[in-house]
Nanobody, 122 residues
Framework: QVKLVESGGGLVQAGDSLRLSCAAS????????MGWFRQAPGKEREFVAT???????PVYADSVKNRFTISRDNANTMYLQMDSLKPEDTAVYFC????????????????WGQGTQVTVSS
């Protein structure tokens, strides 16, 4: 069982940056692919970005491409650097871990964090 805890959310203005972190309860580098999802009020949880077990092959949703950067260290922490934030990025951001592959669907992931709120004002 992998437990995940997100941190780094907050209230910012449009154009600002935030860095989210996701700490796992055990080493996940080399064993689990990791991903970020987000859920805005009244909407489905949607894919944001994913990274492979070894830290390569990042994949991004079109809505965040060239603004967000996913990365991970070689132990148990994953990051999401969010630049040029927009009001439509407002959501609860969740990190997730996958035993098999770095997919873009919620069903690809086995473990989830509780989420961290990101609010971007205009």
């Amino acid at each position: 069982q992998v437990k995940l805890v997100e941190s780094g959310g907050g209230l910012v203005q449009a154009g600002d940056s935030l860095r989210l972190s996701c700490a796992a309860s055990q080493r996940t580098f080399g064993t689990h692919a990791m991903g970020w999802f987000r859920q805005a009020p009244g909407k489905e949880r949607e894919f944001v970005a994913t990274i492979s077990r070894s830290g390569g092959s990042p994949v991004y949703a079109d809505s965040v491409k060239n603004r967000f950067t996913i990365s991970r260290d070689n132990a148990n922490t994953m990051y999401l650097q969010m630049d040029s934030l927009k009001p439509e990025d407002t959501a609860v951001y969740f990190c997730a871990a996958a035993r098999l592959r770095a997919g873009t669907s919620r069903e690809d992931y086995n473990y989830w964090g509780q989420g961290t709120q990101v609010t971007v004002s205009s």
